[in-house]
């Protein structure tokens, strides 16, 4: 594919529903991250899958936030009981070897989320 | 844990040069990338670094010393479009990459 497509690129929702964001990588790569970004500020690290070995789930935040991902394509991020504080944008990003040490990732151009 | 520390701001004039460093403790290293962020758009790739010494692409280059800890983005010849936020971003031991806070770079007139 041409690059990292995620969906929605805006989403507003208000307090306590749930949110479904969709991360589509480039074709063949088999490393897909997850990451924050809040107003102003760096990158936060989620979620991190490579092939079929088991997700690093180190960096979310709290039993709220969930991610899964089929084979090596579509990912999703899923957000319960959405709270006023995980207002952000959420970056989602492909390389094509996470064990290549120098392959850079690609990132898409994000789902701005508001929790209203 | 990662600890990657850089500026959080910087000015310089069109024209000039500025150094952007960056300062990282990181359970292992598999290399350093530097990334460029316009306002509302995606971070796109710059840089990599694994090796100590200068990687020189065009208006920029990257420096390494992983005995210190130490890296740095060097941009040359500035120009207004050079105006966005640099991140630095270090792979550990796991190959995830960690990423510091940003460095915004102004270039004004």
């Known amino acids: 594919g041409a690059g990292v497509s995620q969906s929605p690129s805006n989403k507003v929702t208000e307090k306590g529903k749930d949110v479904e964001l969709r991360c589509d990588p480039i074709?063949?790569?088999?490393?897909l991250y997850w990451y924050r970004q809040r107003l102003g500020q760096g990158l936060e690290f989620l979620i991190y899958?490579?092939?079929?070995?088991?997700?690093?789930k180190s960096g979310l935040p709290s039993d709220r936030f969930s991610a899964e991902r089929t084979g090596e394509s579509v990912s999703t991020l899923t957000i319960q009981r959405t709270q006023q504080e995980d207002s952000a944008v959420y970056l989602c990003a492909s390389s094509s070897a996470g064990t290549v040490h120098n392959s850079p990732l690609h990132f898409g151009n994000g789902t701005r989320l508001t929790v209203t | 844990g990662q600890n990657i520390d850089q500026p959080t701001e910087m000015t310089a004039t069109e024209g000039a040069i500025v150094q952007i460093n960056c300062t990282y403790q990181t359970s292992g290293f598999n290399g350093l990338f530097w990334y460029q962020q316009h306002a509302g758009e995606a971070p796109t790739f710059l840089s990599y670094?694994?090796?100590?010494g200068l990687e020189e692409k065009g208006r920029f280059s990257s420096f390494l010393s992983r005995s210190k800890g130490y890296s740095y983005l060097l941009l040359k010849e500035l120009q207004m479009k050079d105006s966005a936020s640099y991140l630095c971003a270090v792979r550990g031991d796991d190959y995830k990459l960690s990423f510091g806070a940003g460095t915004t770079v102004t270039v004004r007139a």
């Open positions: 074709s063949g790569h088999t490393a």
């Open positions: 670094n694994v090796l100590d």
């Open positions: 899958f490579q092939g079929n070995s088991a997700p690093d």
